[in-house]
């Protein structure tokens, strides 16, 4: 019996790349697509696929708000999260709301047609970069929020008066911030932090 899939991307290439790719295989159906949120949770609801494959980053609900919407009610769909939003954070979002496929859209078509097809079938299957981002995610988790928010200060360029300002903490505790994180992330200098934070998906280099 061939797996029912649902493919949501606000991607129209991926969209339908991915689409194309796995209606290849005979061992697969491709029941339904949407270009976001709020149209997958309707159809997923609706069509009742096998698995659902989402997009993290879409208009009206994030890939992770579709899942945990629709496990109330489409207890048989297996999901999966393609994206290329690839952070520590996200990625241990993900882990922890136990969805069972996880990849990153720098995977080879095979290799991620492969992996939606083996999670469709029941494994949890998680790419190996992610379990890399994962592992990096447990390495930052010493880092206060605050610190994360003095980092991404940094990573803007502002002056410590000018995140002192925009944190309302004073500058004096945004150099003891700088200071710490440069000995948490074992670097000696701003630029080393930034290249180690970039490097880490501290810090999103698109938001800058």
Known sequence: MRKRIFIADDHPLSLAGLAAALEARESVEVVGRAANGIDAIAMIRRLAPDCAVLDLTMPGATGLEVILELRRWNVGT??????????????????????????????????????????????????????????????NQSLTTREIQVL?????????????????????????????????????????????????????????
């Open 78 to 139: 297996r999901f999966a999260v393609v994206t290329g939003a690839g952070t520590p954070q996200v990625m241990a979002e993900l882990a922890r709301a136990e969805v069972p496929g996880i990849f990153l859209k720098n995977l080879s078509v095979d290799d991620l047609c492969d992996g939606i097809l083996r999670v469709a079938a029941g494994e949890t299957v998680i790419a190996e970069d992610v379990r890399d981002l994962l592992e990096a995610a447990q390495d």
């Open 152 to 208: 991404q200060a940094i990573a803007r360029g502002m002056t410590n008066q000018a995140a002192s300002d925009a944190l309302g903490i004073s500058a004096k505790t945004i150099e003891t911030h700088r200071t710490n994180l440069m000995r948490k992330l074992g670097v000696r200098s701003t630029a080393s932090l930034l290249v180690r934070a970039m490097r880490d998906g501290l810090i999103d280099v698109s938001d800058l």
